[in-house]
């Protein structure tokens, strides 16, 4: 600790102790802790106690007060203190001593104050133990103090908070003592478990046997949380030993804790494997069939209801070394509601065997499915997320049924929809219960998204792109729902495979495109902004991977999509403008505007550039303009035909916009023009890496001087200059790489400079300097090449690069300045009393 | 102290019993009308003949060839029709049009059913919106009708509107032909679908004119929301919100103890009028719904959307958007998605004509009714702006509105533009003039907003069609959804609905959600059926005059329950039942005055006290051997005990609500016996 603080420290335990100095804030308390817990791992507590007693002092004077003056922070903030210095063994006996520790967590201690109905007490007590158990000492502390006690009964504590450390903290002992332990595995028979392991084990074997089901669940998440934490073999005997206990859990009706049940299982599952990949002969064996947990997981799955046995069927499915025939049950617990619904609906079964054995399962009718609305809603919901976490994992089941699902997805569309028009009752009921259901349909859109990647899926794409229409199409579609099925559609057109035969869209997209076109057109003018908004988006996506495809450039021009586009950069809405020039920025890219141009419109005159840089000059929103410079900078990287007409007068007419710009996104993004401009005219920056393969060097297109002074007249250094010292840290950074990057390259020109011709160097730096502290109203005037490499050279710039590393608040983050602002609040807060009087 | 008691006399007491019977056969629901939204049903509730709503079914229309407004060749050269034979007698009656018939004539309606029950017996007509009452003139003016209408102000005057846009509407094309012959029911059996099957086509009528309209209007009677109209004393009528149009009502019409609501054309959607209120509706025996969406599948805010959509794709092609629309209702919602919408789709420059005799009226009669409004548009009152903007755009000149297309419009005519116009069924109107004018070029576009007539079928005699049609009908009335929830809220003992609502749409006969499930499910009527509500008076609330109560002495028998007797004269006027106390026993009459005939009321009897409580028995037996009846015997009967008294030969019937002494000729032993019994009980 460094003597400034030491200094300060007693002035604050004095303020802590005191309780009529309240401390403004919880924050800095914490702030206090996690700098002590810094001081405390960098060296020895021990020393760190002795040299500053005022510490020690504070602890029991805590302790010493009545406990009605305590105030609750501050005794949290003591026992998390005590339990800090506790955690090295020697600190610890060196607090035992003076019974400090007992008192602080003993049961004549605040356990048994007033001030522990407060949470914070709770939790500030839980934390210091949790701090404490580091070591033999400190566990036969708690062992002894009755500590583990009062952790069993604040399990079930009303705070979420305490009763999870509760909970955390009992499995931390568990394992810490079982650390111990490491020689000799514990017997079956729990003879050689160690005490404190022992009482925890008989504790969580009694929840387990209880007929309340609160019990039940904190058994439960201890257990889930000790085999999601430990793989060691002791974990295994515990299993063995409690494994019986919640089998039996299974034959109540209904289960008790089914969630926490689901939980356990799955946790055990996943600890199993990885060790026995990990470990030797010797590696615990959860998979193993005497153990008897796929045997439990599987008359689990047949015990849960639909909704709750979705998660445990995916959890399942997720172990990688879960029995086949565990997997399968699994897989079509998961399928059932699907099944269900392609049945109901009377469509072609998917792949034989998969319905016709859940047929002979039986286990889910449609009538399960419909008990109520809310619950249909929820089950399909959730099994449309669960199969689309599957669908891209390598273990997913095989045969993976990709028809089945594409057909039950489009299905369950239609009955969103309201299109679908089943014969039989169930469907009409279901029809009834999904129609209009944005819930349903943005699931399965998502889900339909996902499976645009699977094998085989081509053939069903007209059935796909029919119901992503009728969806896009259907007036009822929520924004919501158009954006999922805009991202749906893009997936199918640009995932999915094409026939072997087919060469560029397939047989299928083109048609498609030509009904999806006028859909478009009407969906960018919809009123709500949302709906333009995504639309555009679509647009863009979808031409930034076809614009080169004929038949798509046809269908597009044949639109008035192009026209439609540019009307919406003078949208009200601030997003659309944005989207609309992006969208613009690709269409033009691709040379996908001109049927606007041709149209004769108004605007088209003017040229697109004129028009992005009126927004760029004029726009009062942030987004638009960000989109231009960004647009703006993609045309220069891919040449556009606009920008090479004069690049120069392009650059620095952006840059001249760009640099008075007020949101520090477009300046950055006009660094990146630059940086691309710099590259094009200076060559690549160099490699930063060592070993990356060395290119060979492109020579600029101009000799050095000429490109420097080109520069200098486009005012590209004015801009990076100022840029370097923005009050926007991201800003400053760019630009200090870029002049790293010209000083790199301007290097061989040393020659350049006149020796002794520094007065003008010192005229800019001093501007410079100016700039620095702010006042940045100066112009730099017309450099000379010259005068930019003296500064260049004259900067440390490496210095400022890492300065600008550094987090703007670092300053504000030591210690001492912590310290400091404790005190002084208190000050102030002292103030604001007399001020009252 | 003048304080007033209310008696119960429930059907247990047998003297009310009958009558109670004679009132529940009265109740009763005469259905004139098969169309759902546009109901007439007439309500027999205690003594009164209550009619509810009188829609007129426009529909029939459709059967019309359009009133052109400026002579149109295309409709003159249509060719007449002939039967399969060759038959042409009927030729100058029907035209063909691309395969279909239409009556070449002035279109006729067909009028609520007139024959089912003698409307001169209709005491009032209640009017729940404005569409809902077009039928008016006819009942009021043909029907021999000496009742009152009640309405709000909102609804009359927008219904005027409606009412003299019509009439205005056909008066002003003059057709000299007036087709018959086709109506003959030989004849029609002949005719080609949907003429073949059209309904009562002898009853079909011509227009009403403008006097009829103004007679039947005087005859109407203004109310507000939740004021209470009495009607005869029988029934009190109160009109609710029913957020579906300006000054739309829904009606509670209830006696003290039976309470029927009529739920017409409501709405729950946030749109101009004032919210709904359901809250009113709860506690009914009886709730008639009707008047709910005719596109049940459709939701307004997407329509909404499309409407606006497909409006911009069209002008900014260069194209022209007619919209046939009714002058009042969603032609100001809009006027306002317009409002908010045209600058962002840049259609700033396009103008937007309002077109109807009483355009001018209906933008301003909505500016007016702002008590009837929506808290937000009443609030704009008090800045003070006006509630709708429509106000705006006639401001900035970008909306326009003419009573006809003639005069000034045809100066500021410029295209591309957007007109709203009527009538909707294309049938009459300014419209019939823009779809000749625009039909032939698929840039322009007709957008069809009104749910209520089919856009295939209103479109049938202008075919072949080159413009584009866009069904987006906006209907703000409650959905099946919405019904299922108001019912869960409202909790009516029963629901009386038109047919068409207890089973799917014909064309999507698998949603069994698009019809109205509750239980137990609702009873459905057709036209001309007569319901017999399930609905079982039970109370009737009588008044105790102040003396009489005064001189009341009730004694509580139980705790919380007092009784006292009561000898008045009930007194029945008005519906209104009245206990008042009894004449004075009669003097010795001098013989001077003569006897009054109210007067002549029995002379009340010296009253024997009412006897209340039960007998133990066991402390019975006990009293008995008391006072020394030894060989006292208790048997158990299904009713009650036996208690035998073997010496005595006497036995003493103790039932529920009976105690028998069965003793032979010992009237001493009786009387001792009685006064035993009579300890047990409570006198008073």
Redesign the interface.
């Known amino acids: 600790m460094d003597p400034e603080c030491s200094r300060l420290l007693p002035a604050l335990c004095a303020v802590l102790a005191d309780p009529s100095q309240a401390v403004a804030d919880d924050t800095c308390l914490e702030k206090l802790l996690d700098w002590f817990k810094t001081v405390t791992e960098a060296g020895s507590s021990l020393l760190l106690l002795q040299e500053n007693p005022c510490l020690v002092d504070l602890l029991s004077h805590v302790l010493d007060l009545k406990p009605q003056d305590v105030s609750p922070r501050v005794l949290s903030f003591s026992l998390c203190l005590a339990g800090t210095f506790a955690a090295q063994e020697d600190c610890f006996e060196y607090l035992q001593q003076g019974q400090l520790l007992l008192g602080l967590f003993g049961e004549a201690g605040p356990l048994s104050w007033a001030a522990w109905s407060v949470p914070t007490v709770r939790s500030g007590w839980i934390r210091g133990l949790r701090s404490l158990a580091r070591h033999p000492s400190g566990l036969h502390f708690l062992g002894d103090s009755g500590a583990l006690d009062a952790l069993f009964s604040l399990q079930g504590d009303s705070s979420l908070f305490v009763a999870s450390a509760a909970s955390q903290l009992l499995v931390h002992v568990l394992a810490l003592s079982m650390q111990g332990k490491a020689a000799g595995s514990p017997s079956p028979q729990g003879s050689a478990w160690p005490t404190c392991a022992q009482k925890i084990v008989d504790h969580v074997e009694a929840c387990l046997c209880s007929t309340a089901a609160p019990q039940v669940t904190q058994a439960l998440n201890v257990l889930t949380t000790t085999f999601g934490r430990c793989h060691s073999p002791w974990t295994e005997v515990l299993w063995g030993q409690l494994s019986p206990l919640v089998a039996h859990l299974l034959e109540s009706d209904p289960i008790p804790a089914a969630h926490s049940l689901v939980d356990l299982l799955l946790s055990v599952a996943r600890s199993g494997p990885r060790d026995m990949a990990v470990g030797g002969p010797s590696s615990p064996v959860f998979a193993s069939a005497d153990c008897g947990l796929w045997e439990t997981m599987a008359r689990m799955l047949s015990c849960l209801s639909p909704t709750q046995a979705g998660p445990l069927a995916l959890g399942t499915l997720k172990v990688q070394h879960c029995p086949q025939a565990l997997k399968s049950q699994a897989f079509k617990i998961l399928l059932q509601p699907l099944v269900c619904i392609l049945r109901a609906t009377a469509q072609a079964p998917g792949p034989p065997g998969l319905l016709d054995e859940t047929t002979e399962g039986g286990s889910m009718t449609v009538d399960t499915l419909l008990s109520s609305k809310s619950a249909c809603v929820g089950l399909l919901c959730q099994t449309l997320a669960h199969l689309e976490e599957l669908q891209p994992l390598p273990q997913r089941p095989l045969p993976w049924p990709q028809t089945l699902l594409v057909e039950a997805a489009v299905i369950v569309l239609q009955l969103c929809d309201?299109l679908a028009?089943?014969?039989s009752?169930e469907?009409?009921?279901l029809?009834?219960?999904l129609?209009?259901c944005v819930r349903v349909q943005r699931a399965a859109l998502d889900f339909l998204g996902t499976l645009s990647q699977g094998t085989s899926s081509w053939e069903l794409m007209p059935q796909v792109f029919a119901v992503l229409l009728e969806t896009l199409e259907?007036?009822?579609?929520?924004p919501t729902v158009l954006k999922k099925a805009f991202q749906a559609t893009l997936r199918w057109l640009l995932d999915s495979p094409s026939p072997p035969t087919c060469l560029n869209l397939g047989p299928h997209a083109p048609l498609f495109l030509k009904e999806l076109f006028p859909v478009l057109?009407?969906?960018l003018?919809?009123?709500?902004?949302e709906?333009r908004d995504s639309a555009l988006e679509f647009l863009t996506h979808l031409t930034a991977c076809w614009g080169g495809e004929a038949d798509f450039r046809e269908v597009l021009l044949a639109s008035?999509v192009p026209?439609?586009t540019w009307?919406l950069l003078?949208?009200?809405?601030s997003y659309v403008r944005a989207s609309a020039v992006t969208a613009m920025g690709q269409l033009s890219s691709q040379g996908l505007q001109a049927a606007s141009e041709s149209s004769g419109h108004p605007e088209g005159q003017q040229g697109l550039v004129g028009e992005l840089l009126h927004i760029l000059s004029v726009d009062s929103e942030g987004f638009p303009r960000r989109a231009v410079a960004r647009v703006f900078t993609e045309w220069l990287r891919d040449s556009h035909a606009d920008v090479t007409r004069d690049t120069q007068w392009f650059v620095a007419t952006v840059l001249q916009m760009v640099s008075r710009d007020l949101d520090w996104e477009v300046r950055a993004q006009g660094l990146e023009l630059v940086q691309v401009f710099l590259a094009q005219t200076l060559g690549q920056p160099n490699p930063n890496c060592p070993y990356a393969v060395t290119l060979p060097k492109v020579t600029p297109p101009s000799p050095l001087p000429e490109v420097l002074r080109t520069l200098c007249q486009l005012h590209i250094f004015d801009f990076v200059f100022r840029a370097l010292f923005d009050c926007d840290r991201p800003v400053a950074q760019k630009a200090c790489d870029l002049l790293l990057f010209l000083k790199d390259k301007t290097a061989p020109c040393r020659g350049l400079q006149e020796p002794g011709d520094s007065s003008d160097v010192t005229s800019v730096e001093a501007t410079l300097q100016r700039w620095q502290a702010g006042e940045q109203g100066e112009p730099l005037g017309n450099l000379e090449p010259e005068e930019v490499l003296a500064a260049l050279r004259s900067m440390d710039l490496k210095g400022l690069q890492s300065r600008l590393a550094e987090s703007s608040d670092h300053v504000e983050k030591s210690p001492q300045s912590l310290l400091q602002d404790v005190l002084a609040t208190v000050a102030v807060l002292e103030e604001n009393v007399a001020d009252c009087y | 102290s003048s304080w007033r008691r209310a008696a119960e006399i429930g059907p247990e007491d047998a003297s009310w019993r009958l009558i109670l019977n004679t009132v529940t056969s009265n109740m009763k629901l005469y259905c004139l009308s098969g169309h759902p939204t546009l109901p007439c049903n007439i309500l027999k509730f205690k003594s009164t003949t209550i009619m509810l709503d009188c829609g007129l079914d426009m529909t029939s229309t459709l059967n019309f060839l359009p009133l052109p407004l400026v002579q149109s060749p295309r409709l003159c050269n249509l060719p007449g029709w002939s039967l399969k034979d060759g038959n042409a007698f009927l030729d100058k009656e029907l035209k063909e049009c691309s395969g279909h018939v239409f009556v070449d004539s002035v279109p006729e309606f067909c009028l609520p059913e007139t024959e089912l029950i003698d409307l001169s017996t209709v005491d009032v007509i209640l009017i729940s919106n404005y569409h809902c009452m077009m039928a008016l003139p006819y009942i009021t003016e043909h029907t021999g009708f000496t009742g009152t209408v009640y309405a709000t102000e909102p609804t009359v005057q927008i219904g005027r509107l409606l009412m003299e846009e019509l009439v205005n509407f056909i008066e002003r094309v003059p057709k000299a032909q007036s087709a018959s012959l086709w109506k003959n029911k030989d004849i029609q059996r002949l005719l080609p679908s949907p003429l073949k099957d059209a309904v009562e086509v002898s009853t079909w009528r011509r227009c009403y004119t403008m006097q009829e309209v103004n007679s039947a209007l005087s005859k109407i009677q203004l109310v507000g929301y939740s004021q209470k109209i009495e009607l005869f004393g029988a029934v009190q009528v109160t009109p609710l919100s029913s957020g579906y149009a300006l000054g739309s009502s829904n009606w509670i019409i209830q006696s003290h103890y039976e309470k029927v609501s009529y739920v017409s054309g409501s709405s729950l959607l946030t749109t101009h009028p004032q919210p709904m209120d359901q809250a009113s509706l709860k506690n009914s025996d009886v709730l008639v719904l009707t008047g709910l969406t005719q596109i049940p599948?459709?939701?307004p805010d997407?329509?909404?959307?499309?409407f606006?959509?497909?409006l911009?794709?069209t002008v900014?092609?260069g194209g022209n958007v007619l919209v046939p629309c009714y002058p009042s209702g969603v032609i100001y919602d809009l006027l306002e998605?317009l409002y908010?919408?045209i600058?962002?789709?840049?259609l700033s420059s396009i103008p937007f004509y309002f077109i109807s005799p009483v355009a001018n009226s209906s933008l301003e009669f909505s500016q007016i009714f702002a008590e009837w409004l929506c808290h937000n548009k009443q609030s704009k009152v008090y800045l003070p702006e006006p509630p709708f903007p429509h106000a705006e755009l006639i401001q900035t000149n970008k909306l326009k509105h003419y009573p006809s297309i003639h005069g000034d419009f045809s100066n500021d005519f410029r295209q591309p533009c957007v007109v709203f116009t009527g009538h909707p069924s294309l049938r009459f109107g300014d419209v019939v003039h823009f779809m000749e004018l625009w039909g032939k070029s698929s840039l322009n576009t007709v957008i069809f907003t009104e749910p209520d007539f089919s856009y295939l079928e209103a479109l049938a005699p202008y075919q072949p069609l080159a413009m584009k049609c866009i069904y987006?009908p906006i209907d703000t009335r409650l959905n099946f959804i919405q019904v299922s929830k108001l019912l869960k809220e409202v909790q009516p003992l029963h629901v009386v609905c038109p047919e068409q609502y207890t089973q799917?749409p014909p064309a999507?006969s698998?949603?069994?959600?698009?019809m109205i499930d509750c239980q137990p499910p609702p009873m459905s009527y057709r036209r001309a059926e007569v319901l017999a509500l399930p609905f079982k008076r039970r109370y009737e609330k009588i008044e105790i005059m102040p003396e009489l109560a005064d001189s009341l002495v009730p004694m509580e028998i139980k705790p919380g329950i007092s009784l006292a007797t009561v000898s008045a004269v009930l007194h029945t006027k008005d519906n209104k039942h009245v206990l008042q106390p009894p004449p004075r026993p009669a003097q010795p009459t001098s013989g001077k005055k003569r006897k009054r005939v109210s007067d002549d009321v029995p002379d009340c009897k010296v009253l024997k006290p009412l006897l209340s409580g039960s007998i133990p028995v066991e402390q019975f037996v006990q009293t008995l051997e008391k006072h020394g009846f030894s060989d006292v015997k208790v048997e158990d009967t299904a009713k009650g005990h036996i208690v035998l008294l073997q010496e005595a030969e006497t036995l003493i019937q103790i039932e529920e609500d009976s105690t028998h002494i069965i003793c032979d000729s010992d009237e001493m032993l009786r009387v001792r016996l009685r006064d035993l019994v009579l300890k047990f009980l409570q006198k008073f």
């Open positions: 309201g028009a089943p014969s009752s469907g009409g009921r029809c009834g219960a129609a209009g259907s007036p009822a579609s929520s057109q009407k969906r003018c919809s009123p709500c902004w709906v008035e026209k439609l009307q003078r949208d009200p809405e | 599948t459709a939701n997407g329509m909404v959307g499309e606006c959509s497909n911009a794709l900014r092609n998605c908010q919408y600058d962002s789709a840049g987006c799917p999507q698998h949603r069994m959600d698009l």
